[in-house]
């Protein structure tokens, strides 16, 4: 008599994957032609086992995707293959942005070996970071993956992705103690502690009493909290900020300048202020100040530095801005380039 099959067997991790990747909103389908696709339309398309390596997983691969999408943002669920070209001359900074995103988020869980990527980018970045990977801000695919993790804390993103890397470190760190030699779970390492702020802990050599985000009293703007200025440096420490290499204020971050029609720039630097008739604010140039100059790729992936052109003559509410203020740090979370 045949016995009866009354369930199927899973893999853990995959459906822990595919069940984040459907809440996140994709479906995850299995095919042997191609490695990974997504049609713009809510499918995403993961190689099957004829097409794959023996270090590719599901779960990383899904993982690895969903960590495009974090970087491209929420409109690339609608463009296939997340709006990249996989060619063309934007390709390998995304694709760095991309992996920075997936060292930083599984560092957090001890599982870099584990979800480690198998594509190209594998020897030729993945396996050369180190360190602190988010803190040359001047660096086109850090700016990229900062927004990406400010992304990874909202929906619909969150909180799957961070359920499901929690669920994996899990399970990594149950199945270690029985890996065979040669397989991936050889690889897991403990979770790090978190900082005593209950940041993240970071891999910078800094400390808070270097950080740029600490106050004089002693008190951390990140965290909302006093801190020990011998403490080693969270995810978020950031050293001495540098307004040429930022301009945040001075972009996208704030939509205008308004100015006082005593202020001395509107006699000053005329050409540079706009009469709105009930105010008087300085002239836009897209999403940035009319005055701003600098902040263009220099052909390396860093962007040239930032200066304002009627600095001397600036109106008071650009004087009045404080370095490693409140606003500053909203400033340059807005435009990617602090946590």
């Known amino acids: 008599m045949a016995r009866e099959v009354t369930a199927r067997y899973s893999d853990p991790?995959?459906?822990?994957?595919?069940?984040?990747?459907?809440?996140?909103?994709?479906?995850?389908?299995?095919?042997?032609?191609?490695?990974?696709?997504t049609d713009g339309r809510g499918t995403l398309a993961i190689g099957d086992a004829t097409t794959l390596d023996a270090d590719d997983s599901l779960a990383q691969m899904i993982f690895h995707e969903l960590c495009h999408s974090l970087v491209e943002g929420e409109d690339s669920f609608t463009r296939p293959?997340?709006?990249?070209?996989?060619?063309?001359?934007?390709?390998?900074?995304?694709?760095?942005?991309?992996?920075?995103?997936?060292?930083?988020?599984?560092?957090?869980?001890?599982?870099?070996?584990?979800?480690?990527?198998?594509?190209?980018?594998?020897?030729?970045?993945?396996?050369?970071?180190?360190?602190?990977?988010?803190?040359d801000r001047t660096e086109r695919s850090v700016v990229a993956a900062i927004a990406a993790l400010r992304r990874a804390a909202l929906p619909p993103w969150a909180?799957?992705?961070?359920?499901?890397?929690?669920?994996?470190?899990?399970i990594a760190g149950a199945s270690a103690p029985f890996a065979e030699p040669g397989t991936l779970w050889q690889s897991v390492t403990a979770p790090p502690a978190l900082h005593p702020t209950g940041l993240p802990a970071g891999a910078t050599t800094g400390s808070c009493g270097s950080c740029a985000w600490r106050t004089d009293a002693n008190k951390c703007r990140q965290a909302g909290k006093r801190v020990d200025s011998d403490w080693p440096?969270?995810?978020?420490?950031?050293?001495?900020?540098?307004?040429?290499?930022?301009?945040?204020?001075?972009?996208?971050?704030?939509?205008?300048?308004?100015?006082?029609?005593?202020?001395?720039?509107?006699?000053?630097?005329?050409?540079?202020?706009?009469?709105?008739?009930?105010?008087?604010?300085?002239?836009?140039?897209?999403?940035?100040?009319?005055?701003?100059?600098?902040?263009?790729?220099?052909?390396?992936?860093?962007?040239?530095?930032?200066?304002?052109?009627?600095?001397?003559?600036?109106?008071?509410?650009?004087?009045?801005?404080?370095?490693?203020?409140?606003?500053?740090?909203?400033?340059?979370?807005r435009v990617g380039l602090s946590l």
Request: net charge neutral; aromatic share 8%; glycine share 8%.
């Open 13 to 37: 991790l995959t459906q822990v994957w595919v069940a984040a990747a459907r809440r996140i909103g994709l479906r995850v389908v299995r095919t042997p032609d191609a490695y990974a696709a």
């Open 159 to 170: 909180p799957a992705l961070g359920e499901a890397l929690a669920a994996t470190a899990t």
């Open 233 to 333: 440096g969270c995810e978020r420490y950031e050293a001495a900020l540098d307004c040429q290499t930022c301009g945040a204020c001075c972009r996208a971050a704030y939509h205008s300048v308004e100015v006082s029609r005593r202020d001395p720039v509107v006699k000053k630097q005329p050409t540079y202020v706009v009469d709105r008739t009930t105010y008087l604010e300085i002239i836009r140039s897209g999403d940035r100040c009319g005055a701003l100059e600098g902040g263009r790729d220099d052909g390396t992936g860093h962007a040239t530095r930032y200066g304002c052109v009627i600095y001397d003559d600036r109106p008071k509410t650009c004087r009045d801005f404080t370095l490693g203020s409140e606003h500053c740090l909203t400033a340059r979370r």
């Open 81 to 135: 293959d997340w709006g990249m070209d996989n060619t063309g001359p934007d390709h390998d900074w995304r694709e760095h942005a991309c992996l920075r995103v997936q060292w930083v988020l599984t560092g957090r869980h001890g599982l870099r070996a584990v979800f480690a990527p198998t594509t190209d980018f594998r020897a030729s970045f993945w396996d050369r970071l180190s360190g602190d990977v988010l803190a």
